[in-house]
């Protein structure tokens, strides 16, 4: 049984289920080349299509955009590389609706990552999604449902899950050799690429973009383009999304989500945290950004234990050993530093004689874990995902409503009826993200 556009657009999103079921019972041999469609290919997605090309087991078949020149760019970039000709999608759910596809891998902006990762699992198609999984809280837990009921793979775009040293060393903080953890830092220091953005107007959009697809499920605005500048250029759709609350999650929410997935890991939580503060500031810069570019948030989890985690685009990293991004965990009897080890309370070495796991490729454990069907083999599952996902979105919640938040793990709710409202957002009619938990 295929499923056809018309299918996908008009059927429930049971029925569009039920049918993605029956179309998806492959199971792949070990020389299979699984089929990829690569989603949003202008900046991380052409990463995506180089390492799936590079990658034994995979190939890119299909290329999705709504910009035509990029489409088209990427197109004639694969085809110089491989010999063949990718078939080329501007709407998501035209390229759901091809059987030929296995899998798609996502780099959009964030704000699209929940609703297509849902379609795609609905169409009976594997995902590689990019971070953050979600835009907010809610619809990552609807992007979980999805994938256990639909019973896809979902992996997430944390690629440190795959850093042979960190796996190592993770498992050991997780068999306790540096005591109970009770308290972890993680930081970002990012400076380049990070930079005022100065301020818009708004204008009709190039006619080489679909402008409504773009928004997607965030509600209709007006194209902004910087002001004296080309239209064509200078637009905000290809990176500066990132610093407005409709599409992006700003710093915390962009390379930030790699620390905040490391330290959930390291704190062995498959919970979200009961407390959250935050506090920072657009500072220096005199633009139309609307996320912090200096934030400080702390997170308090039900044992007591506590993450506390920092932002910065403004002056240098040089004091945090040359590093742009790291973690640290404490424990009873000694410490952890990634990328330096593990060290007593003396701030003696600890010697690690564990071997170190295999190297291995996202896409390639993607693949393999395609192929398996065995979660164990999902290096970032959904549900991790989700957590560290959501503990950005919290973080970004308690700095938007000035002040500390109680938080209930189990209902997903803070105990703040403002606080509420942030927990999701409104969606444009067609594209709302269903309600599957």
Not at 168 to 187: A, E, T, V, W
Not at 204 to 222: I, R, Y
Not at 253 to 273: C, F, K, Y
Not at 399 to 414: A, I
Request: aromatic share 10%.
């Amino acid at each position: 049984m295929t499923v056809s556009r018309r299918d996908f657009l008009g059927a429930s999103a049971a029925a569009v289920m039920a049918a993605g079921a029956m179309t998806r019972k492959t199971v792949f041999g070990a020389n299979d080349r699984i089929r990829v469609c690569v989603v949003g290919i202008n900046g991380q997605g052409n990463a995506h299509i180089r390492h799936i090309t590079e990658t034994s087991g995979g190939e890119v078949v299909a290329l999705c955009d709504v910009d035509q020149r990029v489409l088209e760019r990427r197109a004639s970039e694969l085809e110089e590389v491989t010999g063949k000709k990718a078939a080329l999608y501007r709407d998501i759910r035209d390229a759901l609706a091809d059987d030929s596809i296995d899998a798609i891998s996502i780099a959009s902006p964030n704000h699209w990552h929940s609703l297509m990762t849902i379609w795609a699992c609905q169409a009976g198609k594997d995902v590689f999604v990019e971070k953050p999984l979600s835009h907010n809280i809610w619809e990552g837990r609807q992007l979980v449902a999805a994938a256990e009921q639909m019973g896809r793979v979902v992996q997430h775009g944390t690629q440190s899950r795959c850093d042979s040293m960190l796996r190592r060393d993770i498992q050991l903080i997780h068999d306790g050799f540096i005591g109970k953890i009770s308290h972890s830092r993680g930081y970002v220091y990012k400076n380049g690429n990070r930079h005022p953005i100065g301020h818009g107007e708004p204008t009709d959009p190039p006619g080489f973009l679909d402008w409504t697809l773009w928004q997607g499920p965030a509600k209709e605005a007006p194209f902004m383009v910087k002001r004296d500048v080309d239209p064509r250029t200078g637009h905000h759709v290809h990176y500066d999304w990132h610093w407005f609350w409709k599409y992006g999650n700003g710093e915390i929410g962009n390379q930030g989500v790699h620390e905040m997935d490391i330290a959930s890991w390291g704190h062995n939580r498959n919970t979200l945290p009961v407390y959250v503060q935050s506090t920072g500031g657009r500072y220096a810069w005199d633009d139309d950004g609307e996320t912090p570019n200096t934030q400080a948030t702390a997170f308090r989890f039900d044992d007591g234990s506590m993450i506390t985690f920092e932002v910065r685009n403004l002056g240098s990293f040089h004091e945090a050993d040359g590093r742009a991004c790291g973690n640290s965990f404490f424990g009873e009897t000694g410490y952890y530093v990634r990328r330096r080890g593990f060290f007593d309370y003396d701030n003696n070495p600890i010697v690690v004689e564990d071997p170190k796991p295999a190297p291995i490729d996202r896409f390639t454990a993607f693949f393999n874990a395609m192929r398996t069907r065995n979660p164990e083999d999902n290096m970032a599952p959904p549900l991790d995902g989700h957590i560290s996902s959501a503990m950005c979105h919290m973080g970004n919640i308690a700095y938007r409503m000035g002040r500390s938040l109680e938080f209930d793990p189990e209902t997903e709710r803070f105990l703040d009826a403002d606080a509420n409202e942030l927990v999701s957002r409104e969606y444009r009619d067609g594209f709302e993200v269903p309600q599957l938990a």
